[in-house]
């Protein structure tokens, strides 16, 4: 609480990969492939924890939705609902692991992949609110 008084608290296993964000009351954990929604408060499950593809970031909304970015191609980014439940999914042709940044806002998702490890051979892609590619950005080398 404001006073650094413990409420309450989980234990996870494996936890190496452990991340977490808070958003409005929501304590949204990844874990070895499992998605939380934890009530801040109680620290019990919102709703039932679930098995998601290998994610690389996960992207909270105000609204506790939440937008993981997976490893899997054709899975790319999926948009869940605060019930865990998935709205959409969206494939990429690039590959996910090449990653440098990802950004969420003004309805849409900013993806800045890296082609050779260099600012120069960058580019972004950009999908809408509702997972469909609006643009890329081509290397102009």
Same mark, same amino acid.
């Given at each position: 609480?404001?006073?650094?008084?413990?409420?309450?608290?989980?234990?996870?296993?494996?936890?190496?990969?452990?991340?977490?964000?808070?958003?409005?009351?929501?304590?949204?954990? !990844? $874990?070895?492939?499992?998605?939380?929604?934890?009530?801040?408060?109680? #620290? *019990?499950?919102? +709703?039932?924890?679930? =098995?998601?593809?290998?994610?690389?970031?996960?992207?909270?909304?105000?609204?506790?939705?939440?937008?993981?970015?997976?490893?899997?191609?054709?899975?790319?980014?999926?948009?869940?609902?605060?019930?865990?439940?998935?709205?959409?999914?969206?494939?990429?042709? !690039? $590959?996910?692991?090449?990653?440098?940044?990802?950004?969420?806002?003004? #309805? *849409?998702?900013? +993806?800045?992949?890296? =082609?050779?490890?260099?600012?120069?051979?960058?580019?972004?892609?950009?999908?809408?609110?509702?997972?469909?590619?609006?643009?890329?950005?081509?290397?102009?080398?």
């Amino acid at each position: 609480d404001k006073d650094f008084k413990q409420l309450w608290s989980r234990n996870f296993e494996n936890s190496e990969n452990l991340r977490c964000r808070n958003v409005n009351g929501r304590i949204v954990v !990844y $874990n070895n492939n499992t998605l939380y929604y934890i009530d801040e408060k109680t #620290g *019990k499950d919102i +709703v039932d924890p679930f =098995t998601v593809a290998s994610v690389i970031k996960v992207r909270p909304l105000s609204n506790g939705d939440v937008i993981i970015f997976t490893t899997d191609k054709s899975k790319f980014i999926q948009y869940l609902d605060s019930k865990g439940k998935v709205k959409w999914t969206s494939s990429t042709k !690039y $590959n996910p692991t090449s990653i440098n940044t990802l950004e969420v806002g003004n #309805g *849409k998702i900013f +993806v800045n992949y890296y =082609t050779e490890l260099s600012e120069e051979d960058s580019y972004i892609t950009v999908y809408s609110k509702d997972g469909e590619e609006v643009a890329t950005t081509i290397p102009q080398n």
